[in-house]
């Protein structure tokens, strides 16, 4: 077993587990609107959550959204921070600060800066707005014309990119997953951690982990269509609910 993995075990009251939602818990879709959790993950996540100290899903949704589509709710002290740490579901309890001004300038300028390429869609997340080049004829071409546009419009409007796999966001700057999984660390006085991610957004978070000066695990959340370096490559949303039976069954067992 990883060492710090054993670290997670031995005193799993000290231990902060935290999640990616879309490519991590739930599979990636074409349409963003019905991705929805690995049948097996509210399970998985409800024993685990009775288990560790803290369980955290730390995504770029909103956080309302991650828990209904994650059929979250009843998952023991699970704490949500949606749009990268901005907001924090906790409880059945919602908070956020306002949304950031330019986000109504990105809603009014995206449809035509995207009007000539077929198949591109806008998600808007209330205080963060995605452009998916996936359902595109040619969804990596397609997200390297929009980059740049992209990219200028962010600066004029004081917002951040956030670019993923086929999907550039523009959400507001100043935080990441990084730095809202070290605040939490914090926040909980932590003394282990496993992140687990399927995406560039994740990187953040994946540092966080080997910065910390905690005993941590990085689990990448693989697939075809990137590669990343982390102590444990699992098979997808299957993959990483396989292990988080698995480190709950070894919680268990040190139990008995």
């Known amino acids: 077993m990883i060492e710090a993995l054993e670290a997670i075990v031995a005193d799993p009251a000290g231990a902060v587990v935290g999640l990616d939602f879309d490519g991590t818990l739930a599979p990636i879709v074409p349409d963003p609107e019905s991705a929805r959790i690995h049948p097996a993950g509210p399970e998985a996540l409800a024993r685990l959550g009775g288990l560790v100290g803290s369980l955290v899903v730390i995504t770029g949704r909103p956080a309302a959204t991650a828990v209904e589509y994650g059929s979250l709710a009843g998952v023991p002290g699970l704490v949500v921070l949606g749009h990268y740490?901005?907001?924090?579901w906790e409880g059945g309890e919602l908070s956020s600060p306002p949304?950031?001004?330019?986000?109504?300038?990105v809603r009014a300028e995206l449809p035509t800066l995207v009007a000539g390429i077929a198949g591109v869609g806008i998600e808007d997340k209330g205080r963060a707005v995605a452009v998916h080049t996936r359902r595109t004829a040619s969804p990596q071409a397609a997200f390297d014309?929009?980059?740049?546009?992209?990219?200028?419009?962010?600066?004029?409007?004081?917002?951040a990119v956030e670019p993923g796999k086929f999907v550039l966001e523009l959400r507001p700057p100043g935080t990441d997953k990084g730095v809202a999984l070290g605040d939490f660390l914090r926040e909980r006085s932590a003394r282990s951690v496993l992140f687990a991610g399927d995406d560039l957004g994740d990187l953040a978070a994946f540092e966080a982990v080997r910065t910390?000066?905690?005993p941590g695990v990085t689990v990448f959340s693989g697939s075809a269509e990137l590669s990343v370096e982390a102590d444990i490559v699992v098979d997808g949303p299957a993959g990483v609910v396989e292990l988080l039976g698995s480190i709950s069954d070894a919680i268990a067992a040190r139990r008995l």
């Open 99 to 105: 949304p950031h001004p330019g986000l109504i300038t």
């Open 145 to 159: 014309a929009l980059a740049g546009p992209v990219a200028e419009l962010a600066a004029e409007t004081g917002l």
């Open 85 to 88: 740490g901005l907001e924090r």
């Open 212 to 214: 910390c000066g905690l």
